[in-house]
């Protein structure tokens, strides 16, 4: 599958990720998990990006086109489930741009929407496994972590992000809200928009498959 994932911080973009992964071995490429393994690796690219990813703001275009650019240019992969990729209008044409020079057909963009009290209590609840290389996440509700708060996978201790504070979530939602939705109308005007409106995992991978089945072989 070449899907891209569209939706509110706590939509559920990379559970579902993993989930579709899982169904067909299409590589998740998540902007936020290679940032911040760049942070805990102290590169120059993670150092600038911190600031920005503390405070809840998104890091400039440029620097994700590039890491974009790079990950695509170097190690082109056949299926992908691009996560918290393009969040701005720039990157979206950008990545139309690259698309158009590699020969890429995207299958579909799915828009997961969810209302904001279920974000809200999701964020909230939310913990992220400390490896950069794992980043699993748990729900302490719904999927809680391992005895002693460890990762189910990988043993590693299981946090609260820094920018999971009610202030960086509050400003995620407003730059989500003004600078990322504009891309649900963006790509409605493309045709390659699909809505989902389930809240539970395996229902929503199952409309995004179903839906990425009438458009390609998966
Ligand atoms: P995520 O894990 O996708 O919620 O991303 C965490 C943070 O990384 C965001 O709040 C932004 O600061 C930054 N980030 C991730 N993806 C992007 C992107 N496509 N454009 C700009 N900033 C991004």
């Known amino acids: 599958m070449r899907i891209i994932l569209l939706g509110a911080p706590g939509s559920g973009k990379g559970t579902v990720a993993k989930r ?16 911040r393994s760049e942070v805990q690796q102290d590169t120059p690219l993670g150092l600038k990006a911190l600031k920005f990813m503390v405070a809840g703001n998104l890091v400039p275009d440029e620097l994700i086109l590039e890491i974009i650019a790079t990950r695509f240019e170097l ?12 969040r701005t209008i720039p990157q979206a044409t950008a990545l139309d741009a690259m698309f158009a020079r590699l020969g890429i057909q995207l299958d579909l963009v799915a828009n997961l929407v969810v209302p904001e009290d279920v974000i809200l209590d999701r964020l909230s609840n939310r913990r992220t496994c400390s490896n950069t290389a794992c980043q699993e996440i748990y729900n302490l509700k719904s999927n809680p972590p391992g005895a002693g708060d460890t990762c189910r996978k ?3 201790l299981v946090i609260q992000r820094a920018d999971e504070t009610v202030e960086a979530v509050t400003r995620r939602l407003q730059v989500y809200r003004s600078t990322t939705e504009p891309l649900v109308e963006y790509y409605t005007r493309t045709g390659q928009l ?16 179903r839906a990425a089945g009438a458009h390609a072989c998966i």
Request: proline share 6%.
């Open 154 to 156: 990988c043993g590693s």
């Open 194 to 209: 699909l809505v989902v409106k389930d809240l539970k995992t395996d229902d929503v991978a199952a409309s995004i498959i």
């Open 75 to 86: 190690n082109p992969p056949s299926g992908f489930l691009l996560d918290g990729f393009p």
């Open 20 to 35: 579709l992964t899982a169904y067909d071995g299409s590589v998740q490429i998540s902007t936020g998990d290679m940032l």
